[in-house]
């Protein structure tokens, strides 16, 4: 018997996506982002992205079955992601999910956006090993989640007490006067840079932070911090070295991700990490995480960059997740839910 064929559809942020998706195999996959209507606000605008959304729906959907050479009369079954993320945005694509479903006569699954950034690695790994720890680093989150049975829920265990990590990049990424979004910019300088230059604050990992927030961050801070060094030396007349402060500010934040990764696959005793969401793109995160996990015979897992930022393969991913382990799909009056739980 064939796994069932399982096409997923994103819009939560400025990326409308539509994956498709048979057991852990990923037949098509297409894209349309809005990023370049934000870039001048310095942030995603949501009334933009959800008017980008209506118009890419339908092209975006049709490349991908045309991608994974199927038709709609295929699909075995919708998922879609229900939340979290910006209101209008999501309704465009949780709509779009049911009048597929309803013309089509197929199950739907409203999915969580942070499961399917945890699930995309399936797509490149096979299944993901339970117990897991995963790290979640993207533009509107950062936790730290125990991973049990993804088809039921996760544990969170931690999350940012301020700003997201990605946030933390776009916004000193701003600071640098790199472009939006900024993440994938500071990377880059940051490799010509040098990484001890300018000691940046590690947020909550001072003794007394680590009884209550030992798996929480912050980014805040840190931010502010490279804020004032920035201000500093501009008022001092001497140029700024970006990409020294890049590269600076990256290992302050891939210091603390990390370290506080393996704490909690070493709290919990588990031996697998799996790394998703938008900044587990960085190439210093990457091999930071590899370089300590390894000591503790832990073993890493991050999908190729492609798929560790928004996108609709990831939504198939869990949708043929929850399809496999028996889940029942959502009925057809699912409601989008901007600020959905993990
Ligand atoms: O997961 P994602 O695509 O969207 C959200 O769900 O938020 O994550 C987007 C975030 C942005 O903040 C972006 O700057 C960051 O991921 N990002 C990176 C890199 N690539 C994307 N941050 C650091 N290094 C990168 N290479
Ligand atoms: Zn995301």
Redesign the pocket.
């Known amino acids: 018997t064939t796994e069932p064929l399982v096409l997923g559809i994103e819009t939560?942020?400025?990326?409308t996506g539509v994956g498709i998706v048979r057991g852990h195999t990923l037949l098509g996959d297409a894209l349309a982002s809005s990023v370049d209507q934000h870039a001048r606000f310095g942030g995603v605008v949501p009334e933009v992205a959800s008017r980008a959304h209506l118009e890419a729906m339908v092209p975006t959907i049709r490349r991908a079955l045309s991608d994974a050479g199927v038709t709609l009369a295929d699909i075995d079954a919708i998922a879609v992601t229900a939340g979290p993320?910006l209101a209008g945005a999501l309704l465009v694509g949780v709509a779009a999910a049911k009048g597929l479903a309803l013309a089509a006569e197929k199950p739907i699954y409203g999915v969580n956006?942070?499961a399917a950034?945890v699930a995309v690695d399936t797509l490149e790994h096979g299944p993901l090993p339970e117990p897991a720890i995963a790290l979640l680093?993207?533009?509107?989150?950062s936790s730290l989640l125990l991973v049990e049975d993804l088809a039921h829920g996760v544990t969170p265990l931690g999350s940012t007490i301020d700003d997201?990590?990605?946030?933390?990049?776009?916004k000193v990424?701003r600071l640098l006067g790199l472009p939006?979004?900024?993440?994938?910019?500071?990377?880059?300088a940051a490799r010509e840079g040098d990484k001890v230059s300018i000691a940046f604050p590690r947020g909550l990992t001072m003794p007394r932070d680590m009884v209550e927030h030992r798996f929480d961050f912050s980014f805040s801070g840190l931010k502010t911090a490279v804020a004032r060094w920035v201000e500093a030396r501009e008022r001092s007349g001497e140029p700024v070295p970006v990409n020294d402060v890049a590269a600076s500010f990256?290992e302050a934040?891939c210091d603390v991700l990390t370290r506080k990764a393996i704490d909690a696959c070493l709290a919990n005793g588990v031996s697998t990490l799996v790394i998703?969401?938008?900044?587990?793109?960085?190439?210093?995160?990457r091999l930071l995480a590899e370089e300590r996990a390894v000591k503790h015979g832990i073993t890493v897992r991050v999908p190729r960059?492609k798929l560790?930022?928004?996108?609709g393969a990831m939504v198939a991913a869990l949708g043929s997740h929850l399809v496999a382990a028996g889940v029942a799909p959502s009925k057809l009056d699912l409601p989008a839910d901007s600020a959905m739980p993990i």
């Open positions: 939560s942020c400025d990326e993320g956006h942070l950034h680093v993207s533009g509107g989150h997201a990590a990605g946030e933390a990049f776009d990424a939006f979004p900024g993440g994938p910019y500071i990377d880059r990256q934040v998703g969401g938008g900044v587990a793109a960085n190439s210093r995160l960059p560790c930022t928004d996108n």
